[in-house]
């Protein structure tokens, strides 16, 4: 009976979305724009890595009531996302280091649009990245960084010790460690490899704010955040790098502004208006 009820309004609602259309037509975009990025938890703040965004995709319309529409966008970008600092990671750290950090990402979003008087849309929705190039650097010099599961790991005996790939405070860990015979007179740094490497998959949530300019023109302003962490890394607060004194989960963090040009806008429009008229 459950099931049927599906059915019965899964078919409904195709038989209502033609009327709810008023004839509209799948429209075309092309993407061009600019990424201010930095990576929560990595001890380099400020949107300071500048990254190309470009793509395109296709606006599937859903309802059209009045003045007001909704569609689906599907889009397929190539987004260059990461973190800079010119100095060290804060002005207070002995972390002497300069940081440059490059994330390229072939990134598949899918968006839901509101939009009024087809001027003004909103837009949210979630998007899936996949590295498509990784370069990490301390003052020039590469880190030897790897695209892989992001992880803390023990140095020796994996197999035999408990799993710490999960853990995400400094405390916590040193519990994990003396809990497993390690001496307090062991550093941490001694027994625990940090992390050298980024998960290859990104998932972020999205949101929009769309403006027409001028015919099929548009100037759109999105905010883009990680929903999983792309990277588990330890930070240490002695310049020799032993003594472990925190760890962070790294986000990545983006605002991108970018121009949209839409394909066959006017015609989705005339045909609407044409829609009203026969009505």
Same mark, same amino acid.
């Given at each position: ?22 004839? /509209?037509?799948?429209?075309?975009? %092309?993407?061009?724009?600019? +990424?201010?990025? /930095?990576?929560?938890?990595? #001890? ?6 500048? $990254?190309?965004?470009? $793509?395109?995709?296709? *606006? ?5 009531? !009045? +003045? ?6 599907? &889009?397929?970008? @190539? ?9 060290? @990671? ?9 940081? +440059? *950090?490059?994330?390229?990402?072939? #990134?598949?979003?899918l968006m839901l649009y509101f939009t ?34 992001? !992880? ?5 005996? #994996? ?12 405390? &916590? ?8 015979? %390690? ?7 001694? %027994?625990?490899? !940090? ?19 001028? &015919?099929?023109?548009?100037? &759109?302003?999105?905010? /883009? ?19 472990? !004194? /925190?760890?962070? *989960?790294?986000?990545? +963090? ?18 609407? #208006? ?6």
């Open positions: 009976m459950k099931r049927f009820r599906i059915i019965t309004v899964i078919l409904a609602l195709l038989m209502l979305t033609p009327t709810l259309l008023h004839a /509209q037509i799948v429209k075309g975009e %092309v993407f061009f724009g600019g +990424n201010a990025c /930095q990576v929560d938890g990595d #001890e380099c703040f400020g949107f300071r890595r500048f $990254g190309i965004h470009a $793509g395109a995709g296709a *606006l599937i319309p859903i309802v059209s009531v !009045n +003045n007001f529409t909704m569609d689906i966008g599907l &889009e397929v970008l @190539f987004n260059q996302k990461g973190a800079y600092k010119r100095h060290a @990671f804060t002005s207070s750290s002995t972390y002497p280091y300069a940081y +440059n *950090l490059k994330l390229n990402y072939a #990134e598949i979003p009024d008087k087809d001027r003004y849309s909103i837009g949210l929705g979630a998007s899936f990245g996949r590295i498509v190039y990784l370069d990490e650097r301390n003052n020039g010099e590469s880190t030897g960084i790897a695209i892989g599961d992001g !992880n803390l790991h023990w140095k020796e005996n #994996e197999d035999r010790m408990p799993d710490i790939s999960r853990i995400s405070d400094i405390n &916590e860990l040193d519990k994990v460690i003396r809990s497993a015979g %390690v001496p307090d007179t062991v550093l941490i740094s001694s %027994v625990v490899d !940090n992390s050298h490497s980024y998960r290859p998959y990104d998932f972020n949530i999205c949101a929009d704010l769309r403006v027409r300019i001028w &015919e099929g023109i548009h100037a &759109e302003l999105r905010y /883009q955040y990680s929903l999983r962490p792309i990277r588990t890394r330890m930070f240490y607060s002695d310049e020799g790098l032993q003594l472990a !004194n /925190q760890i962070r *989960l790294q986000y990545n +963090n983006s605002i991108t502004l970018r121009i949209v040009y839409i394909f066959n806008e006017h015609r989705s429009k005339a045909n609407k #208006e044409g829609s009203k008229k026969k009505e």
